[in-house]
């Protein structure tokens, strides 16, 4: 009982001292106390905190499966919304070729494919980039996605083919 406590006011202090408290608690990797935390009156997960970055966008870079799942199924997270670079959790998802991630991602109603970076990079770039076939054939099953965006560098994700497997990915589009 009294770990119990510690942790409820542990955690208002982080609520009251604002988004970079439940970052704390993102970062520990710790699915009861992100539960915990998600109850407390007054947490605004679409706050920004470092370079624009949500706790969600923290825990889809470090790799935490079971944090995102969470933060994406049981609270208010705009999993759209991007940081300073542009990047929202399913870029990095796709860059850092976090398979599980990008999946939990892609099968929320709410996810925008398109979204590009301010380089002009998306999702479906990175998963070409990666020859991530999970992932791609995943973002392009989307009836809005748009095979046709172009980078900085006027690129598609297309350009990006490396494998026989991706380029059959392509060709049956």
Same mark, same amino acid.
């Given at each position: 009982?009294?770990?119990?406590?510690?942790? #409820? #006011?542990?955690?208002?202090?982080?609520?009251?001292?604002?988004?970079?408290?439940?970052?704390?608690?993102?970062?520990?990797?710790?699915?009861?106390?992100?539960?915990?935390?998600?109850?407390?009156?007054?947490?605004?997960?679409?706050?920004?905190?470092?370079?624009?970055?949500?706790?969600?966008?923290?825990?889809?870079?470090?790799?935490?499966?079971?944090?995102?799942?969470?933060?994406?199924?049981?609270?208010?997270?705009?999993?759209?919304?991007?940081?300073?670079?542009?990047?929202?959790?399913?870029?990095?998802?796709?860059?850092?070729?976090?398979?599980?991630?990008?999946?939990?991602?892609?099968?929320?109603?709410?996810?925008?494919?398109? #979204?590009?970076?301010?380089?002009?990079?998306?999702?479906?770039?990175?998963?070409?980039?990666?020859?991530?076939?999970?992932?791609?054939?995943?973002?392009?099953?989307?009836?809005?996605?748009?095979?046709?965006?172009?980078?900085?560098?006027?690129?598609?994700?297309?350009?990006?083919?490396?494998?026989?497997?991706?380029?059959?990915?392509?060709?049956?589009?």
């Amino acid at each position: 009982m009294k770990s119990l406590l510690l942790l #409820i #006011i542990l955690l208002t202090q982080s609520v009251i001292a604002g988004t970079s408290g439940f970052y704390n608690i993102v970062s520990q990797n710790d699915p009861w106390k992100v539960r915990a935390a998600l109850r407390l009156p007054g947490l605004d997960l679409n706050q920004t905190g470092t370079k624009g970055s949500t706790p969600l966008f923290l825990a889809a870079t470090k790799g935490y499966t079971e944090i995102v799942d969470i933060i994406v199924n049981e609270s208010w997270a705009d999993i759209n919304l991007q940081n300073d670079y542009g990047f929202n959790p399913l870029l990095i998802a796709a860059k850092l070729d976090r398979t599980n991630i990008a999946i939990l991602l892609l099968t929320q109603d709410e996810i925008d494919p398109n #979204i590009q970076s301010n380089k002009g990079m998306s999702s479906l770039m990175f998963a070409v980039m990666r020859n991530n076939i999970k992932i791609a054939s995943m973002i392009t099953e989307f009836d809005s996605i748009d095979l046709n965006l172009v980078n900085d560098q006027g690129l598609r994700a297309y350009d990006y083919i490396r494998s026989a497997e991706m380029k059959a990915l392509f060709t049956s589009l």
